[in-house]
């Protein structure tokens, strides 16, 4: 049975879900041809960022020939893993690819870069972070609990 109190919440919750999904609902999208209301062609968003000192090759070589070694890229506008048989997989190609689509939250310094890709639609997301040691070196790490890892330029 329901006290005053209990019935005044139920019907508090249920009128704020009702007016989320009238919401949710009743939005509209004039983009979902490309366009906006002009007619103009939308802008192809930038995910990345990254600064003057990290762009070009980093090499990861583990001294362990039990682990895999690998190589990141990093242009002007995109981050690139390059596998050990030479394949190149683009952030923003993976990122293009999922279903709703993400975004790319960035930190960046003159000596450290950080990104978290958030992927829309789902509680996924990416981090990677990065800090500068030298011209020639620098460090990163996939998660803020883990240890520093070492990349060569080159």
């Known amino acids: 049975m329901f006290t005053p109190i209990n019935k005044f919440c139920?019907?508090?919750?249920?009128?704020?879900?009702s007016l989320l999904v009238i919401?949710?609902?009743?939005?509209?999208?004039?983009?979902?041809?490309?366009?906006?209301?002009?007619n103009q062609q939308q802008s192809t968003t930038q995910y990345f960022h990254p600064p003057a000192w990290?762009?070009?090759t980093w090499k990861y070589a583990p001294l362990d020939p039990n682990h895999v070694g690998f190589t990141?890229?990093?242009t002007d506008s995109d981050f690139i893993n390059i596998s050990t048989g030479g394949m190149e997989t683009s952030w923003i190609q993976?990122?293009?690819?999922?279903?709703n689509g993400g975004s790319v939250?960035?930190?960046?310094?003159?000596?450290?870069?950080?990104?978290t890709i958030k992927y829309n639609g789902t509680a996924?997301?990416?981090f990677l972070e990065l800090k500068k040691v030298s011209a020639t070196e620098i460090q990163y790490r996939?998660?803020?609990t883990l240890n520093w890892t070492t990349l060569i330029k080159g």
Do not use: H, R, W
């Open 10 to 17: 139920f019907l508090l919750g249920t009128l704020a879900l």
């Open 23 to 38: 919401v949710n609902c009743s939005s509209s999208n004039d983009n979902d041809n490309g366009t906006t209301n002009n």
């Open 54 to 56: 990290i762009q070009g």
């Open 72 to 74: 990141y890229k990093f």
């Open 94 to 99: 993976s990122i293009k690819m999922f279903p």
């Open 105 to 115: 939250e960035e930190t960046i310094t003159n000596t450290e870069y950080s990104f």
């Open 124 to 126: 996924n997301s990416q």
């Open 142 to 144: 996939a998660a803020p």
